[in-house]
C-alpha cells in the first residue's frame, strides 16, 4: 500500500477587529447657573408671593392672642395653639385632615397648572429668590457677576462676595431662629439668646435649620429641585395632555435664527425666534424650554416674560412661549377652549373632594367639645366589698381643659341600678391644664349579677357648653 504525501491544511487566522472604545464619563461637573435679571407679569406675582409668604413666616411668631403668643406648638407640654384654638396630642386626627388637604391641593393644582407651588410658593424657590436679590444687590446682575467670577481676586472682589456671604448667613440664621420660635415663645427665647440662657436643643436647631437654609439656597440651588426634590419625579404622573404647562410654540418658532426687525421671515424663512437664548439665561433650573417639557421645569414662567419682551422690540405678536396644553397646542385652540378643557371631570372631582374635606375640618372644629375626657379604671384598687355590702370600684379621670378660662367639671355617672359616685364630683381645672381626678363608684349589693358590666361616665361643662359621655367596666367580684 502506498501513501500519496499531503500538505499539512493552512490555518489562517481570522483577525477580530477590535471596536473602538470610547470613555464616557457618568459624572458631569456641575455648571454655576447664573439667572438673568427680568420683568414681567409672572415675575412680579412670584415676588408678590415671597412677600405674603415672608411676611406671613416671620411675623406669625412675635403676633400675641392674649396673653401668649398667637401660634405656637409648644412641644414641651403638649399642647399647640393656634389664635383661638388649643388643640392637644388627642386631636392627631385633625393634621391628618390638614395632610389631607395638603396632598388634595397638590393634586389639583399639578392637575390644573403643573409646577405651580414649585414655582412660586416652595420655601426653596421662595429662598433661593430671595438669595439671588442679595447676590444681585453685591455682585451686580449676570453679566457682572460671570465677569467677576471668571476675573482674579481683588479688593473689589473679596468686599463684594464677603459682604454677600455674611448677608446670607444674617438671613438664614435669623430664618432657623423664627422657625424655632413656633416650637417656643419666641420672645423668651429672643431674651434667652441675648443673655446667653439659650437651651442646647434650641441652639442646635436654630443653627441647623439656618444650615439648610444657607446652603439650599445659597449654593445648591436648583440642584436641591432637579435631583432631591421627589415631586419633580412622580409630577408626570400627575400631568395629562390638558394640564396647563409651559410651552414654547415650535410650529411658530421654528426654524429659528438672528434676523434684522425689518427683515421679512418668508423670505429668509425663519420662525418667529431670533434665537436670542435669553429664555435659557434667566431660567432657574438653567433649562431650554425649547427642547420642550422637560422634569427641571419648575412651572415659574420667567421665560415667557423674557420672551414676550423680546417679542415687543421685534414687533412679533407675544406668546412665542406661554402657558398652554398639549392638546391646545396640537389643536390649536383658543384661549377660551383651553380653559374650558382645563375644567374636565378629573379636575372638578378633585375640586369637590377638596372642599369636603376643608368643611368637614372647618366643621369638626366648629362643633368639637372644649374638654376632653379619658377614663381609667385603677388597677392597682380591687373591685371591693365596703360598708353595707356594697360594691366599690375606683377609677381615675382626666379631664382636659381646652379653654384659655378656668372651668369647672361635674362627672356623673350611669348603668347599674343605684350607681353613685362617692367622691367629689365637682372639679375647677385651670385653663389648658390638664389633670387625673380619682373617682370612687359604687353600687348596692343587689345590683346585678358578678362579672364585667357597662357603665359610663357623663362630664359636663358647668361653664360652658359641653357634655362628653365615656364608657367604662364595673366589675362586681363573685
Not at 454655576?32 to 420683568?39: E, T
Not at 411658530?252 to 431670533?274: H, I, M
Not at 362627672?411 to 387625673?436: K, N, Q
Amino acid at each position: 500500500m502506498s501513501f500519496q504525501n499531503k500538505e499539512p491544511k493552512k490555518v489562517i487566522p481570522i483577525a477580530v477587529a477590535e471596536p473602538d472604545e470610547e470613555l464616557v464619563s457618568l459624572y458631569a461637573a456641575h455648571q454655576k447657573i447664573y439667572p438673568r435679571s427680568v420683568s414681567g407679569v409672572f415675575t412680579q406675582w412670584r415676588w408678590i408671593m415671597v412677600w405674603v409668604t415672608q411676611i406671613i413666616f416671620y411675623g406669625l411668631p412675635w403676633l400675641e392672642w392674649g396673653q401668649r403668643q398667637a401660634v405656637l406648638f409648644d412641644l414641651s407640654v403638649r399642647r399647640f395653639y393656634i389664635f383661638g384654638l388649643v388643640l392637644y396630642p388627642q386631636d392627631f386626627i385633625y393634621l391628618t385632615g390638614l395632610m389631607i388637604i395638603s396632598a388634595l391641593s397638590l393634586f389639583l393644582f399639578t392637575a390644573v397648572a403643573g409646577r405651580l407651588w414649585c414655582g412660586y410658593a416652595c420655601p426653596q424657590t421662595v429662598y433661593t429668590e430671595i438669595f439671588l436679590w442679595i447676590e444681585k444687590l453685591l455682585e451686580g446682575d449676570r453679566s457682572a457677576r460671570l465677569r467677576r467670577d471668571e476675573g482674579p481676586m481683588t479688593a473689589e472682589k473679596f468686599a463684594r462676595k464677603a459682604g454677600k456671604q455674611a448677608l446670607w448667613i444674617a438671613f438664614a440664621f435669623w430664618t432657623g431662629f423664627t422657625f424655632v420660635g413656633y416650637f417656643v415663645p419666641m420672645r423668651d427665647m429672643a431674651g434667652a439668646f441675648f443673655s446667653g440662657q439659650l437651651a442646647a436643643w434650641e441652639f442646635f436647631w436654630v443653627f441647623f435649620y439656618g444650615f439648610a437654609t444657607y446652603g439650599n439656597a445659597g449654593f445648591m440651588r436648583e440642584q436641591v429641585c432637579k435631583h432631591m426634590c421627589p415631586y419633580a419625579r412622580f409630577q408626570s404622573a400627575m400631568f395629562d395632555k390638558d394640564t396647563l404647562i409651559v410651552t414654547y410654540d415650535a410650529e411658530r418658532g421654528e426654524p429659528r435664527g438672528a434676523r434684522s426687525r425689518k427683515a421679512d421671515l418668508t423670505t429668509l424663512n425663519l420662525g418667529a425666534c431670533v434665537n436670542c437664548s435669553l429664555c435659557v439665561q434667566v431660567c432657574p433650573t438653567g433649562i431650554d424650554i425649547r427642547n420642550g417639557l422637560q422634569y427641571e421645569c419648575i412651572g415659574c414662567g420667567v421665560c415667557i416674560d423674557v420672551c414676550d419682551t423680546v417679542m415687543d422690540k421685534v414687533g412679533y405678536p407675544r406668546g412665542l412661549i406661554k402657558f398652554s396644553t398639549e392638546n391646545a397646542m396640537k389643536n390649536h385652540w383658543t384661549k377660551e377652549q383651553t380653559v374650558r378643557r382645563v375644567l374636565r371631570p378629573r379636575v372638578l372631582v378633585y375640586t369637590v373632594i377638596l372642599l369636603a374635606m376643608v368643611l368637614a375640618i372647618f366643621v369638626s372644629l366648629a362643633t368639637r367639645t372644649p374638654f376632653k375626657a379619658d377614663v381609667v379604671r385603677d388597677r392597682g384598687v380591687m373591685a371591693r366589698v365596703v360598708e353595707a355590702g356594697k360594691v366599690e370600684n375606683v377609677y381615675s379621670i382626666q379631664v382636659m381643659n381646652a379653654t384659655e378660662a378656668s372651668q369647672r367639671y361635674k362627672i356623673s355617672v350611669e348603668g347599674l341600678p343605684g350607681i353613685r359616685i362617692m367622691s367629689e364630683d365637682t372639679h375647677s381645672i385651670a385653663s389648658t391644664e390638664a389633670r387625673w381626678v380619682p373617682v370612687r363608684v359604687q353600687v348596692p349589693p343587689e345590683a346585678d349579677k358578678p362579672g364585667a358590666h357597662e357603665i359610663h361616665f357623663i362630664i359636663e361643662s358647668l361653664d360652658s357648653p359641653g357634655r362628653l359621655k365615656e364608657e367604662s367596666k364595673f366589675i362586681i367580684p363573685q
